[in-house]
């Protein structure tokens, strides 16, 4: 290929603890969309965090076109031209598009906008990235946030573009336009690198892949040359999972019934509007849409964490909307929240205090006192059984990885055997094992006879769990389909196509 | 962030991931042995050798027994006011309210003190703690309801209730309770003996220090070993989690409040109950503030409150007694603040491994 933008030589790097990289190299060229395919914790975000100086490695070479640069700051990077988007933008809401572009650039005292905003028009139309250099960033659509970073990256003059799982929170939709303005910039010579563990884009978009597993470079591949089955060996060392997992009809009666239940988002807006579903004991429905339509705020009116503004939610007959958080808990609600560390666990408490979160208030774990020795051994079992990966109980539960924490998660929600579990984007930033670990719960809670309610992104996730598949845009509820005739094509078009207009 | 130039060795924080157990022992004495040559520069300015006034300071805190005595009689109120704070800390609630609660709570058992002068003594006593409580409990309510209700800022409301809490003694102590007898001086008439704690000896040691320590075995019992304790914790660390939980967070932001009033209020009962048998407008030497100290060092911990306190009695004792050389007792307070300040400065060592780059 063309010309060598970087070169990464047998990179190392250390935390107290874990070897986060080892052994690593890494060449990316002048022209092409070189993917960096691994699971959570093979080291991809550490190596990137070096490679933009946010790191320093312990040992190893960085080449940057050829020439020995170690960098020991994120500015030596800048310089270097390398930039990189990260997945959560780095935008300050309140300001315009051209303002936060100019953000950190200190060349003269006073901000020439003006100026500016024509550069970002340039860059914006040589590029396709279609943004308004005066629109305000809370204005703007997740997508077209993602080209202010892209925008603000090139404005500083990177050639070497690093995106941290670009993908993530776009729709399928801008995920094709995302990649067709990195095709774009790779053809003018850019070098593209993007982080991700999704199998699709890796054989869609890349021009070159780099598997990372375990903290080691395992190889280095042309698209062309290999498959997603290879690729999915490399990563896992195992055979790649498909097709559907869900494939026994076990429902039974009507549990949960959602009736017409509207609600407001946490700004005051409408969220739900009259939204309805039912679901049976035994059955997993599936919710399909773009994230933030109405999704966070159905998890959070059936587990009472949000007051519906009309309509009524029952489980097995009794109303929820009525109860209180803690009763809801009582009567048999699991939750799995959207947000694993700031709400289903505690980061800084150990693992048993995280383990008897929904239990503590149990009379079998002492009645006046909490007994110590009963909540150990109750943490120890739930550690145990899900084969949770930690040194002992008394850790606390950020110094594990995002697999584990939501195993934890899964063990202590399924311990109350529950009558209805919420899952929301359950499977969000777990590598492969821990995805395929996530699902066997919920089909095992399926079997048990509980109604699962999962609310997820990934239409594949969707397709191979649920027996019936809802769709929700903008809080409604757009149709709900058997999962055996549903068309992901169809789902995917109820999902976008339903859309009002397309984003600017 | 990194504005140095290149070429430079470079010091960079580097988050640790666990704070190893050494650390919350060693960056404490650290910062107290800063903050003392902090204090000696300015000691040394003023002309006195910080030697010397260190160790008349210390001498007269634990040289003698006597001294010994006077260090614990300073430290019980500051026990209770740092309990109560250590309480509402733990769930990051920002009480700096101790001061005022302090003083309600000594104008209240006052109050019982003088109106019921001939009740027995148990029963006198128990009513004035119990009325000192109540009302410290219901001054840090206050902040706590606003808090609650409408998430308006503690530290500011809880703050500014102790100059109203200040106003209120004075105007009782300067009005309808002062001393006929007292020479004009802005003071109640002293107790009936019926409401004097029982000291120890001929020290002036009082039965406080007993209920200081019992209050730090219930408190830690309190904070480790039930539900409630499990339920500040988990508040203190996510307000998020514990209402996904099911736990009531304004509830528990009331109840918090209300119980680290009532602590400070008894510390307010111990002093004029145990000590000074009156109440007058230099009651407290700033021991709800120091209480903060006191609480901060000791990683909340009621045990090592209970030593903590015990120095920082020492302190307050020394600082006393180093006037002779001519030096303000407020030495001591600036020792304090410089305490705090280097503890606070120290965390940073706690929470980041700091490493040299080149």
Redesign the interface.
């Known amino acids: 290929m063309s010309q060598l933008a970087v070169r990464m030589v047998d990179i190392r790097k250390t935390f107290p603890g874990v070897v986060a990289n080892d052994q690593v190299n890494l060449e990316i060229y002048r022209g092409e969309i070189h993917a960096l395919l691994g699971e959570n914790g093979a080291g991809k975000s550490t190596l990137m965090n070096i490679l933009t100086g946010l790191y320093q490695q312990d040992k190893g070479e960085v080449f940057i076109n050829d020439e020995l640069r170690n960098f020991k700051s994120p500015k030596d990077a800048i310089e270097a031209g390398i930039g990189m988007v990260h997945q959560n933008f780095r935008l300050v809401k309140p300001f315009t598009v051209t303002e936060n572009v100019m953000l950190g650039q200190k060349k003269s005292a006073f901000l020439k906008l003006d100026e500016a905003g024509e550069r970002i028009n340039a860059i914006s139309s040589k590029f396709g990235l279609k943004v308004h250099p005066k629109a305000k960033i809370w204005q703007l659509s997740v997508g077209e946030q993602q080209r202010v970073e892209i925008i603000k990256m090139l404005y500083k003059g990177t050639d070497i573009l690093i995106l941290d799982e670009p993908t993530a929170v776009l729709t399928p939709q801008e995920v094709n336009d995302l990649f067709e303005i990195l095709r774009g910039m790779a053809d003018d010579g850019k070098a593209i690198v993007f982080i991700t563990h999704k199998m699709h884009e890796v054989i869609d978009f890349a021009d070159r892949i780099t598997v990372l597993r375990g903290g080691l470079s395992i190889k280095t591949l042309l698209k062309k040359e290999t498959d997603a089955s290879e690729l999915g060996k490399l990563m896992v060392g195992k055979e790649f999972l498909s097709g559907r997992k869900n494939t026994i009809n076990t429902c039974g009666d009507r549990s949960l019934s959602i009736k017409k239940v509207s609600a407001l988002n946490d700004k005051g807006l409408p969220a739900l509007s009259e939204f309805s579903l039912d679901i049976c004991k035994g059955e997993i429905v599936g919710i399909a849409g773009v994230a933030g339509n109405g999704q966070r705020e159905l998890s959070e009116v059936i587990t009472g964490l949000r007051p519906v503004t009309s309509g009524n939610i029952q489980l097995d007959g009794t109303e929820l909307t009525k109860k209180s958080i803690r009763e809801i808990i009582d009567f048999g609600v699991a939750f799995i929240p959207e947000d694993r560390h700031g709400m289903g666990l505690a980061s800084n408490l150990t693992v048993i205090d995280n383990a008897i979160l929904k239990e503590y208030r149990s009379s079998q774990y002492g009645s006046r006192l909490l007994d110590l020795k009963k909540l150990r051994e109750k943490a120890q079992c739930l550690v145990d059984d899900f084969d949770v990966k930690i040194p002992n109980v008394d850790c606390p539960v950020k110094l594990m990885s995002g697999g584990n924490l939501q195993k934890l998660l899964l063990a202590r929600e399924t311990s109350i055997e529950p009558k209805l579990v919420v899952a929301v984007y359950p499977i969000r930033g777990l590598d492969i094992g821990a995805t395929d670990f996530v699902h066997n719960v919920l089909i095992e809670q399926k079997n048990a006879g509980a109604a699962v309610l999962l609310i997820s992104e990934d239409l594949d996730e969707i397709y191979k769990m649920a027996d019936r598949i809802a769709v929700m845009y903008e809080g409604k509820l757009m149709g709900i389909l058997s999962t055996e005739d549903a068309d992901i094509g169809e789902v995917g078009m109820m999902m976008a196509g339903a859309r009002k207009k397309e984003d600017a | 962030?990194?504005v140095k130039k290149?070429r430079k060795t470079?010091i960079?924080f580097e988050k640790?991931?666990?704070v190893p157990t050494w650390i919350n022992l060693v960056v404490p004495i650290v910062s107290v042995f800063f903050a003392l040559v902090f204090s000696g520069i300015f000691l040394k300015l003023t002309g006195q050798s910080p030697l010397t006034v260190y160790l008349a300071m210390y001498r007269s805190a634990f040289g003698s027994a006597y001294g010994f005595s006077e260090t614990l009689v300073k430290a019980i109120p500051l026990m209770l006011t740092s309990f109560g704070v250590a309480i509402a800390f733990k769930m990051v609630i920002w009480n700096i309210g101790a001061e005022g609660q302090l003083l309600l709570g000594a104008l209240a058992s006052t109050g019982i003190a003088l109106a019921f002068p001939d009740l027995p003594r148990i029963l006198l006593i128990m009513m004035m703690i119990a009325a000192a409580m109540i009302a410290g409990g219901l001054w840090a309510l206050i902040p706590g309801f606003a808090k609650a209700q409408w998430n308006v800022n503690e530290v500011i409301t809880s703050l500014m209730l102790n100059y109203v809490a200040i106003n209120v003694v004075d105007y009782f102590v300067y009005g309808p309770w002062k001393d006929t007898a007292g020479f004009g001086f802005p003071q109640t008439a002293t107790f009936s003996q019926n409401a004097w704690l029982p000291t120890w000896g001929t020290t002036r040691i009082h039965f406080g220090l007993i209920i200081a320590l019992v209050i730090s075995i219930l408190l830690y019992?309190v904070l480790n070993?039930?539900?409630w304790g499990?339920e500040v914790?988990?508040i203190g660390?996510?307000r998020?989690?514990a209402?996904?939980?099911?736990?009531s967070i304004k509830k528990n932001i009331l109840l918090v409040m209300l119980l680290s009033g009532a602590l400070a209020g008894m510390g307010g009962m111990l002093e004029v109950s145990g000590v000074v048998h009156k109440l007058d407008p230099h009651l407290s030497i700033g021991l709800g503030y120091s209480a903060i100290i006191v609480a901060w060092l000791s990683r909340l911990n009621p045990f090592v409150i209970v030593i903590v306190s015990m120095l920082f009695g020492g302190l307050i004792n020394g600082g006393f007694s180093i006037q002779m050389f001519g030096i303000p007792a407020a030495t001591a307070t600036m020792l304090q603040g410089a305490i705090l300040f280097f503890v606070l400065g120290g965390d940073i060592f706690a929470r980041y491994r700091i490493k040299m780059?080149k």
Request: avoid cysteine.
């Open positions: 962030m990194d290149e470079k960079v640790r991931l666990q019992i070993r039930t539900r499990y914790k988990v660390e996510s998020n989690v209402r996904y939980s099911g736990m780059i």
